[in-house]
C-alpha cells in the first residue's frame, strides 16, 4: 500500500516570506499529486497538482516540485499572507482509480 | 462554487440512533465517491470508496455494516452511521470523481454522538 509521511507538522513563517512544505511517499507508481489546503472546520480546497510526468508546476504564488528519484514533493509558497495560515496536505493518487492517500499534514502559521 | 455539497453540515445524534449523511455532485456525474473521516488535528483517513451501482470497497479496519455507503446514482453517494457511538464523532468528508484527475472534496459534515 502507499504511505505519505511529512517532514516538518508545523511550520512558522514571517508574512511576507517565502514558505516550503514537504513530503515524502512511497509508491513509485503513485501517477498524480495533489497539494490540499484546509482551514479549520472546512473541507480540503484544492490548491495546486502535478502529474507524474513532470517535475514543476506552478500556479499563483504556489509552485510544487517533484522528485521521482526520491519520492518527494515539496509545495512553496511565495511571499506568504495571513491568509495562508492553515493546515496542508499532500495527497497522493496511485496508478489505479483515484483513490488518494494523504499525508499527516503540515500546519502553517503566518506571523505578522 | 462549490461542485460537491455535502449534507448535513453538522449533526447531533443520541447514542445508538443512526445518522445518515449524503454527499451530492452538483454539475458533473461522479462515477466515484469517496469517503473519509478526520479526527481532531489529524489527516484525512478513507474508509471506503463507492462506485455508483455496486458495493462499496472499504478500507482495512472499516466495518461495513456500520458504515453504509451506497451510491445509487451518478450524483448521489450516502453514508449511513448505523447504532452510533461517542466514538464515531468525527468530521467525515466526500470528495466526488468524474473523469480522471478531477476530484473534488465537499466541505464535510461534522458527527457528534450524544
Known amino acids: 500500500g502507499e504511505s505519505v509521511g511529512l517532514h516538518l507538522p508545523t511550520l512558522s513563517v514571517q508574512e511576507g516570506d517565502n514558505s516550503i512544505i514537504n513530503c515524502a511517499y512511497s509508491n513509485s507508481a503513485s501517477d498524480y499529486f495533489i497539494w490540499y489546503k484546509q482551514e479549520s472546520g472546512k473541507g480540503p480546497q484544492f490548491i495546486i497538482d502535478i502529474r507524474s510526468n513532470m517535475d514543476k508546476r506552478q500556479g499563483q504564488r504556489v509552485t510544487v516540485l517533484l522528485n521521482k528519484t526520491v519520492k518527494h514533493l515539496s509545495l512553496q509558497i511565495a511571499a506568504t499572507q495571513p491568509g495562508d495560515s492553515a493546515v496542508y496536505f499532500c495527497?497522493?493518487?496511485?496508478?489505479?482509480?483515484?483513490?488518494?492517500?494523504f499525508g499527516g499534514g503540515t500546519r502553517v502559521l503566518v506571523k505578522p | 462554487g462549490a461542485v460537491v455539497s455535502q449534507h448535513p453540515s453538522w449533526v447531533i445524534c443520541k447514542s445508538g440512533t443512526s445518522v445518515k449523511i449524503e454527499c451530492r455532485s452538483l454539475d458533473f456525474q461522479a462515477t466515484t465517491m469517496f469517503w473519509y473521516r478526520q479526527f481532531p488535528k489529524q489527516s484525512l483517513m478513507l474508509m471506503a470508496t463507492s462506485n455508483e451501482g455496486s458495493k462499496a470497497t472499504y478500507e482495512q479496519g472499516v466495518e461495513k455494516d456500520k458504515f453504509l455507503i451506497n451510491h445509487a446514482s451518478l450524483t448521489l453517494s450516502t453514508l449511513t452511521v448505523t447504532s452510533a457511538h461517542p466514538e464515531d464523532s468525527s468530521f467525515y468528508i466526500c470528495s466526488a470523481s468524474g473523469v480522471p484527475n478531477t476530484i473534488y472534496f465537499g466541505e464535510g459534515s461534522w458527527l457528534t454522538v450524544v
Open positions: 495527497a497522493v493518487r496511485e496508478a489505479a482509480g483515484n483513490k488518494l492517500t
